[in-house]
């Protein structure tokens, strides 16, 4: 096994040569917890932390390591280790996060990345009550500004009545990313996948709680890797059993990311960009009874009458 079966490339290559002339070696972030990360170098995998000017330097979250990232890293004994530079990303998908408030009534404003470095963002959707199209036009719009490309998978086909039917409705709003119904539990139905998985690529599972994404990971691996919970029968959701991000090279080659699903979408990007992405939202808004609608609970709001019928 070697860094570029991880990924490495000479656009990384390039970046590191003033920290190899120091003794530094690279490593790639494969998995992240609280307070320290495991990563794979040439010397094998290390746990790390990383030093503390990096986060003095660092403008927010978004100037520190997430997983999939490439970093410069000090070799320790016992098989640690300490991170002292962040290498530039060749892509990143963010968020922003939720719930972060700077007073009353104030949201604080502050950049999550879920990933760094993805190649394909599979867009995994369960085809039962997690079926939203609202939702995936949101993933859809948080990976097109990522530099990754973005693949939709419906996945729990046998609990859709026309899951046919709902294929055609996302191909609708899913531009040039292909989309595809599976059952995840059927190896078979994933064989597909295999042409993404190529050596040094990066795909990374996004989507929320319960819609299969450790199932695809257990599927591809063929082994019973990551924890499956059940999908609560009243309300549909599932736990969130992977509680961590984390990279898995794949035996026929290239690299999996298992990520937690997410409850909540806060989408991170330059207003402009956003407001192109969702010029049907402002169509729709002009429609509403009051022209200050807020689209919460408003009588006659346009808005939620069709994020009602998308639902």
């Known amino acids: 096994m070697n860094l570029e079966d991880w990924g490495w ?3 990384f290559a390039e970046q590191f040569e003033p920290w190899s002339v ?5 490593a790639r972030v494969i998995r992240g917890e609280k307070n320290y990360f495991r990563v794979w170098t040439t010397e094998g995998e290390l746990t790390v932390r990383f030093a503390g000017k990096i986060r003095h330097r660092a403008g927010g979250r978004a100037d520190l390591p997430v997983v999939g990232d490439w970093v410069a890293v000090e070799s320790q004994p016992d098989q640690r280790g300490l991170i002292h530079a962040l290498l530039k990303r060749k892509s990143s998908f963010a968020r922003n996060l ?7 009534g104030q949201e604080r404003i502050e950049q999550q990345v879920i990933a760094a470095n993805v190649d394909l963002v599979l867009i995994v959707c369960g085809l039962d009550r997690d079926y939203n199209l609202r939702r995936i036009e949101r993933y859809l719009t948080l990976v097109s500004g990522s530099g990754a490309k973005a693949l939709v998978l419906l996945n729990k086909a046998d609990l859709c009545d026309s899951p ?3 294929q055609s409705d996302v191909e609708k709003i899913a531009g ?3 989309v595809h119904c599976c059952m995840a539990k059927d190896r078979s139905q994933l064989e597909f996948l295999f042409d993404y ?3 040094g690529h990066t795909l990374a599972l996004l989507g929320s709680s319960g819609v299969g994404k450790s199932t695809i990971l257990n599927s591809l691996l063929d082994e019973e890797r990551q924890k499956i919970g059940a999908v609560s029968e009243a309300v549909g959701k599932g736990r969130h059993t992977t509680t961590h991000r984390e990279l898995f090279l794949m035996p026929e080659g290239g690299i999996l990311m298992d990520n937690p699903g997410m409850r909540e979408l806060h989408l991170w990007g330059e207003e402009e960009d956003l407001a192109e992405s969702f010029t049907d939202i402002e169509t729709l808004a002009a429609s509403c009874k009051f022209n200050d609608c807020a689209h919460k609970s408003e009588p006659s709001c346009a808005v939620l009458a069709e994020s009602k019928k998308r639902s």
């Not at 120091?22 to 690279?26: A, D, S």
């Not at 939720?98 to 009353?104: E, T, V, Y």
């Open 9 to 11: 490339s000479p656009f």
């Open 22 to 26: 120091r003794g530094f070696l690279p």
């Open 98 to 104: 939720p719930g972060r408030r700077k007073g009353k």
């Open 164 to 166: 046919q039917e709902r």
């Open 176 to 178: 040039d990313s292909p």
């Open 197 to 199: 998985l190529q050596p």
